[in-house]
């Protein structure tokens, strides 16, 4: 291998139902490898939703088309060297089956764990209330089914799970290592 090429990267997919706290455990996560380790690039599933043209929806065709595309990012920039952290929902198990195998060895899945009263408390956003009063029928989690990873490679318990975040970080440099 040259040793100037650059090292494959790593895609770290930061799921949980909305409002767990994936960004919150996300941003930390960034925030400490940009101190530590190996170059980082955050893709907020939010943040990537709002600049793609046309912007997509959220049917399940939109969905799988989203995820797709966001995996696919993801995937491209981890072949350049990166560790690319995505939190995003990704509420169906084929979505984050699909970026571990895009990503072909170079995947973390971390599941932020919350209970629907935990995320409720913290939705600033009023996501549940939308939900509740039948204005956005198909929230994962509420309207359509958050289905939870079998085996997440880390469980953070919400998104400030200083253990989980450790571990994870952990687990990222072992892997820029290798």
């Known amino acids: 291998m040259d040793a100037n090429a650059p090292r494959p990267g790593l895609v770290v997919w930061v799921t949980g139902r909305p409002q767990a706290g994936k960004s919150t455990f996300a941003a930390a996560l960034v925030e400490r490898l940009r101190v530590t380790g ?87 956003k009023g996501l549940y209330a939308s939900s509740d009063a039948g204005a956005m029928p198909d929230l994962p989690g509420r309207g359509l089914v958050y289905e939870e990873p079998d085996a997440p490679d880390i469980v953070a318990n919400g998104g400030r799970d200083e253990a989980a975040l450790g571990a994870a970080v952990a687990r990222i440099e072992e892997r820029s290592r290798a």
């Not at 939703?49 to 065709?61: F, H, I, K, Q, T």
């Not at 797709?68 to 060297?81: I, R």
């Not at 971390?110 to 409720?120: D, F, K, N, P, Q």
């Open 38 to 124: 190996p170059p980082v690039v955050l893709l907020d599933g939010d943040a990537v939703r709002g600049v793609l043209v046309p912007r997509p929806g959220y049917d399940e065709a939109a969905r799988d088309a989203f995820y797709a595309t966001l995996a696919g990012l993801a995937s491209l920039l981890a072949e350049q060297g990166f560790c690319v952290v995505v939190p995003a929902t990704a509420h169906q198990r084929k979505f984050r089956a699909r970026a571990r195998e895009l990503c072909a060895g170079r995947y973390l899945e971390v599941h932020v764990a919350a209970s629907e009263a935990t995320a409720r408390s913290r939705d600033k």
